[in-house]
Structure formats: C-alpha cells, structure tokens
C-alpha cells in the first residue's frame, strides 16, 4: 500500500534556527515526493518535489528536503527560520498520474 | 496575479440545500482538481478532470458532482449538503497529470452547512 506519514503534529522552533519537518513514505515504485505549505484560510503553495536526480532538492523559500531511499523520508529542511514560516506543511505522494496522498500535516511555529 | 481562484471564498448552506462552488483558472491548465479538506485534516481528492474526461475517486459520495463547462471553469455541486460535508474545499489545476507538472491550488471555499 502507498502512503506518506508525517510524525509530528507541530514542530516549534526559534527564529534564526535550522529547522526539519519529518515526512516518510511507503510506495511500491518509484516514489514521487512533494511539498506544500499551507498558510490559515489559504490554499496550498507548491514549495517543492523530488522526481528522480540529486538527493537534495532545493525549493522556494530557502526550503530544500533530502530525499532518502533506505530511511524512506522526505525531509523538510531550512537552514535559518523565520517567524513568517509558521505555518502549515504538508508531505505528498504522486500515487497515480499526478494524483496525491497528503500527510496529515506538520503545524510550524516559529517564535522569535 | 490570481491563477486559480475560487468563488466565493465563504459559503454558508442550509442541511440540504443544494450548493454551488466555482473555480476559475488563467492558466489554460488542461486538469482541474477538487479537494476536500475537513479541520485540521489532510485535503482530499475528490475528483478530477482531465480536459472533458471526469475522473471520480472511489469514495467520493454520489452527493458530489462535478461540471467543466470549458477550460477555464470547473463546478463542484453538492447536491443535498449534510453537516459532515462542512470542509474548505480546494480547487487545483496542473498542466497535464505528469508528475512533471506542478499543481496549483486557488485559496479555498470555506463551507458551512448550518
């Protein structure tokens, strides 16, 4: 069965700190990652995918993830955090033709 | 510049009464998306279109459908509201259905079935 998994419900960390939001994966094939941010009352905002290629992928925002085959994880990464990042972050697997299963999302709080 | 906008941004609906939500894109995307997103939860596909062909989920209810009258908009219809059905639900459009193409989601419509 294909599905993707995000551990943490919320991830706080200070302004000005590196910070991770976790994301692991089950496929059968090849797997076809992505990463969305949501802010309130808003839709979600592509900030980036990893298809095939180099391990580190790098996205808007400063954000890059670290795609990890043995460790089944999608990392979301950024080196130095900022207040605007608080949001909402959701992990998502192409299952089917561009058809996504979403994590059930990683609320981000950054405090100065 | 609004690529995917959703009208109206909030809708309120009585329990049963049919409703109406719009999504309009100026991206000239060839697929159209519709997603359901309940608190604090995960979105949803409900279904899709891909030009003219309409591709539901498995477990979409009946109660949702759907029209793509030309390219640029895209209707989710639900026909007999319930109060479970109260959710943000999201259009997305992408170019093709290649995981190449990036999905571009409007700002949601928020639904409330009182």
């Known amino acids: 069965a294909q599905s993707v998994a995000q551990p943490e419900d919320q991830v706080n960390v200070a302004e000005g700190n590196p910070l991770t939001v976790k994301c692991t994966y089950s496929?059968?094939?090849?797997?076809?990652l992505f990463w969305y941010v949501q802010y309130p009352n808003r839709g979600l905002q592509f900030l980036l995918k990893?298809?095939?290629?180099?391990?580190l992928v790098k996205g808007s925002y400063g954000f890059e993830a670290e795609f990890n085959k043995s460790q089944t994880s999608f990392h979301l990464k950024k080196p130095s955090a900022l207040v605007s990042d608080s949001a909402l972050y959701f992990c998502?697997?192409?299952?089917?033709?561009?058809?996504?299963?979403f994590g059930s999302g990683t609320k981000l709080n950054v405090k100065p | 510049d609004a690529m995917v906008i959703q009208n109206p941004r909030y809708q309120v609906t009585q329990f049963g009464k049919p409703v109406t939500l719009s999504c309009s894109q100026t991206?000239?995307?060839?697929?159209m998306y519709w997603y359901q997103q309940k608190s604090s939860q995960a979105p949803k596909l409900l279904f899709h279109?891909?030009?003219?062909?309409?591709?539901n989920e498995a477990d979409t209810p009946d109660n949702f459908q759907s029209r793509r009258p030309n390219t640029s908009f895209c209707f989710l219809d639900i026909r007999s509201p319930g109060l479970g059905d109260a959710a943000m639900y999201l259009c997305?459009?992408?170019?093709?259905?290649?995981?190449?193409?990036?999905?571009?989601f409007g700002p949601g419509t928020r639904l409330t079935v009182l």
């Open positions: 279109y891909y030009d003219k062909d309409f591709n």
């Open positions: 991206l000239n995307h060839n697929v």
């Open positions: 998502a697997l192409d299952y089917n033709f561009n058809k996504f299963y």
């Open positions: 990893y298809i095939t290629g180099d391990n």
């Open positions: 997305a459009t992408s170019r093709s259905r290649g995981i190449e193409d990036t999905q571009y």
């Open positions: 496929v059968s094939g090849n797997p076809y």
